[in-house]
T-cell receptor
Framework: DVKVTQSSRYLVKRTGEKVFLECVQDMDHENMFWYRQDPGLGLRLIYFSYDVKMKEKGDIPEGYSVSREKKERFSLILESASTNQTSMYLC????????????FGQGTRLTVV | QKEVEQNSGPLSVPEGAIASLNCTYSDRGSQSFFWYRQYSGKSPELIMSIYSNGDKEDGRFTAQLNKASQYVSLLIRDSQPSDSATYLCAVNTGGFKTIFGAGTRLFVKA
């Protein structure tokens, strides 16, 4: 079974803090994604990566950055956390080419106070 | 703006009935379509994928795709209380980007 593991299930951070969300997948997938999920808005793509050290902006990259130094690990960084970044963050991975299904981690519920 | 639209529900059906979930999308060039199920407080899990026009069946689930009308649907036969969840429609519009709908909440009443 594909396993995508996010480092934290729940996280509470203060406004202005630098926040790291870590994601690891164990199936040698080329593609990794970070989404945020908010009620009524569905999943929105923040960033994705299709190879080590490669990254592409998604639909809502502002206020976020990412790092992919190893194939299995994809990190999301909130440079200076703000209250409007309170959300559920979901990491996903997929194999093969474009249009293949994604496998999700368990999610990180981030609250910024 | 490429969009995927779903009725937010809730859709309520009695146990044993057929639940019908619908999704429309705006990008005619879309080629890959997915249905994910998400239980409250959990992450989405893939239940069906469909790539060509017509029906695709897997157990109690049937996905239907009509590219000319730009809609994709999911039928759940013999609905069970354990099917109660939010169902997310997802459409790959090209490249590595997949757009998700906001989801339809389904309640199956025992």
């Amino acid at each position: 079974d594909v396993k995508v593991t996010q480092s934290s299930r729940y996280l509470v951070k203060r406004t202005g803090e630098k926040v790291f969300l870590e994601c690891v997948q164990d199936m040698d997938h080329e593609n990794m994604f970070w989404y945020r999920q908010d009620p009524g808005l569905g999943l929105r793509l923040i960033y994705f990566s299709y190879d080590v050290k490669m990254k592409e902006k998604g639909d809502i990259p502002e206020g976020y950055s990412v790092s992919r130094e190893k194939k299995e690990r994809f990190s999301l960084i909130l440079e200076s956390a703000s209250t409007n970044q309170t959300s559920m963050y979901l990491c996903a991975s997929s194999s093969g080419g474009e249009g293949t299904e994604a496998f999700f981690g368990q999610g990180t519920r981030l609250t910024v106070v | 703006q490429k969009e995927v639209e779903q009725n937010s529900g809730p859709l309520s059906v009695p146990e044993g009935a057929i639940a019908s979930l619908n999704c429309t999308y705006s990008d005619r060039g879309s080629q890959s379509f997915f249905w994910y199920r998400q239980y409250s407080g959990k992450s989405p899990e893939l239940i069906m994928s469909i790539y060509s026009n017509g029906d695709k069946e897997d157990g109690r689930f049937t996905a239907q795709l009509n590219k000319a009308s730009q809609y994709v649907s999911l039928l759940i036969r013999d609905s069970q209380p354990s099917d109660s969840a939010t169902y997310l429609c997802a459409v790959n519009t090209g490249g590595f980007k997949t757009i998700f709908g906001a989801g339809t909440r389904l309640f199956v009443k025992a």
